[in-house]
């Protein structure tokens, strides 16, 4: 797992873990490993785990946010994650953002390639002088 952070969300009890998973490429099974480091951080810690990930690669087609386990009769387990899929969100909507991690992320969000030089451009038109 990359980054685990105990935080304190309004509205919750207590502390919760949070788990980020950044993932660059396309993986077949991801959804079981998100539901391995949950099961895991959930079992060592016993407190709430809320599980996301952040897709960076480029691919446009949905990445899947559940794991089952399933048999004819009886679902044993249905687990979710909470997904940030980075090809799928417009650049604008982060062009303005004061999150200064949001400018490291433009280059991986949904753009075409001929507007390249122009999120530059106006990131930097925006930007605050040293």
């Known amino acids: ?25 396309r993986e077949e099974n991801f959804a079981k490993r998100m539901y391995k480091y949950f099961s895991r951080l ?8 809320l599980p996301v990930a952040v897709f960076a690669h480029d691919r446009k087609e949905e990445e899947p946010t559940t794991h089952e386990v399933a048999f004819t009769c009886l679902k044993v387990l249905r687990f979710e994650f909470f997904k940030v899929q980075l090809g ?14 949001a400018a490291d992320l433009l280059s991986k969000m949904d753009y075409q390639p001929k507007e390249r ?13 040293p």
């Open 88 to 101: 799928k969100i417009y650049w604008r909507t982060y062009l303005h953002s004061s999150n200064p991690i």
């Open 42 to 49: 959930y079992e060592k810690h016993d407190q709430k785990v």
């Open 1 to 25: 797992m990359d980054i685990l952070a105990e935080v304190k969300i309004k509205g919750e009890d207590g502390c919760i873990l949070i788990h980020v998973e950044p993932q660059s490429y």
């Open 117 to 129: 030089v122009k999120i530059k451009l106006e990131f930097f038109a925006d930007a605050d002088p």
